[in-house]
């Protein structure tokens, strides 16, 4: 698993090469952005079990056909599975932006992940949508928290979702 600065050293290693301007910029613009990041990390980590409930409600609200008995989410057992799956994302989300890598992503979460989904039926646009639901929400309270710029925000999520839509079936 990297993060930004070990993804980077590795690269310039591999080529036998001193950091260069890029690298530095990349470098500037990571130790820059990492107090927003670590902030949004505790506004997120405070409030997730909320985070996770309220985006589960909403996207119920919006897809019903997910709890009725042809659904997906539909039983306890299966509706707590889809809930889980939602604070997964979230906290894996969280991580990602504390390293600015998504490797942690591609290594812990994605791998594998849409075949398991293919064989179960877990449908993969309302889990793509869920993921959506969990960035707007997290965007609202980190602005409320007192983050000014949160687009740093978007990438995990929309990571997940490209990874997630690549459809092959
Ligand atoms: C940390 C990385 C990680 C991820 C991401 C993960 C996902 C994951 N979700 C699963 C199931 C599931 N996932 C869902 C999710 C949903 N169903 C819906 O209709 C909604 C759209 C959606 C919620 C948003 C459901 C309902 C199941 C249970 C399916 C079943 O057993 O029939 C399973 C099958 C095994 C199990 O039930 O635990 C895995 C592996 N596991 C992991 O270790």
Not at 14 to 32: M, P, Q, T, W
Not at 55 to 77: D, H, K, M, V, W
Not at 89 to 103: I, K
């Amino acid at each position: 698993m990297r993060d930004a600065v070990t993804s980077l050293i590795k690269n310039y290693d591999v080529a036998g090469r001193y950091f260069d301007r890029n690298a530095i910029d990349s470098l500037k613009s990571y130790f820059e952005s990492g107090t927003a990041r670590v902030q949004a990390a505790g506004a997120i980590n405070s409030n997730a079990a909320s985070i996770v409930r309220q985006a589960g409600s909403r996207l119920f609200e919006e897809q019903p056909e997910l709890i009725r008995p042809s659904g997906n989410a539909y039983t306890t057992r299966r509706y707590a599975a889809c809930l889980r799956d939602m604070d997964y994302y979230l906290r894996y989300a969280t991580y990602a932006l504390v390293a600015g890598s998504m490797d942690v992503l591609d290594e812990r979460v994605l791998q594998g992940l849409r075949e398991t989904y293919n064989s179960l039926g877990v449908p993969i646009g309302p889990t793509v949508r869920g993921i959506q639901i969990l960035k707007d929400i997290i965007k609202e309270q980190v602005t409320a928290a007192g983050v000014a710029n949160t687009a740093f925000l978007d990438e995990p999520f929309d990571y997940m979702t490209r990874e997630l839509s690549e459809q092959d079936i």
